[in-house]
Each structure stands twice: as C-alpha cells, then as structure tokens.
C-alpha cells in the first residue's frame, strides 16, 4: 500500500444544534494496486488528550517538517489504516469509544510513522507494509 498524502482538521458547527465541534476528521490517501482511495475517520476530539498515552509524542507539532507540521489529528487515519489494512476497504470509519481508538495505536511502528511524516513532508509517497 502505497501513502500519498495525510492530514485532518477540526469540525466546526455548521448548525447552532450541530454536535459537529466535538469531533475530529482525519484522512489518509493512499493507492492499492492502481487504484486511489481515501479513508476518513472521524472520532471524538477529546481523544487527543490521549496523545502522550498512546505515543511516544509529547507536543504538537508531532513532526516539524519543511513544508508542513503534523498534529495528532493528521495522523489518526493514517495510524488506524497502519494497524488495520483491511480498512482499505472501507470510506468511513466513526470512533466513539476511547478503548477502540486506543487499539489502533497498539504495537504501532511508531518509527516507520514517523518516517512516513517526514516522506509525506518531502513530498514523497512511501510504501506501508499491512
């Protein structure tokens, strides 16, 4: 599998009503085959306090680069599709419950994540064993 590209925002509300501010959308392009997709996941913001628990990161940026600066929320998708090839399958995942976010970050390579960062800064695809 092939990573092209990497990154994520916070939701706003839309709607005065709208529980949108409390989530976070991460995305991860990447090919399969000759074929592009992108996975969006989208989980509860305060997750990201969770950050130092889950990851050898302390601060934002996670990764400083050149062009761009990694956060937590770029990475989430990108971590969930490194611990689960099979979510190449699927558009959509929702993460509401912090026991399965935390499983994505599970004996996660957090070297070759942070090699991917610095790839992806560079401009530079880079291939992720399932």
């Known amino acids: 599998m092939e990573i092209l590209e990497c990154a994520g925002l916070e939701l ?5 009503n709208s529980p949108e501010d409390l989530f976070n959308r991460s995305s991860v392009r990447f090919k399969e085959g ?3 997709k992108r996975l969006h996941v989208v989980y509860l913001r305060i997750f990201d306090e969770l950050m130092r628990e889950l990851t ?4 934002h940026p996670l ?3 050149t062009t761009r600066n990694f956060y937590f929320y770029d990475i989430v998708a990108l971590v969930c599709l490194m611990h ?3 979510l190449s399958r699927r558009k959509r995942l929702y993460l509401n419950s912090q026991e399965e976010f935390s499983a994505y970050f599970n ?4 070297d070759s994540l942070e090699q991917t ?3 992806l800064d560079q401009g530079q695809s880079t291939i992720v064993n399932r």
């Open 84 to 86: 689960d090839g099979n």
């Open 63 to 65: 990764y400083k680069g």
């Open 117 to 119: 960062m610095k790839r």
């Open 107 to 110: 004996n996660l390579d957090f």
């Open 34 to 36: 000759k074929e592009e």
């Open 56 to 59: 050898p990161f302390t601060e």
């Open 12 to 16: 706003e509300k839309e709607k005065s």
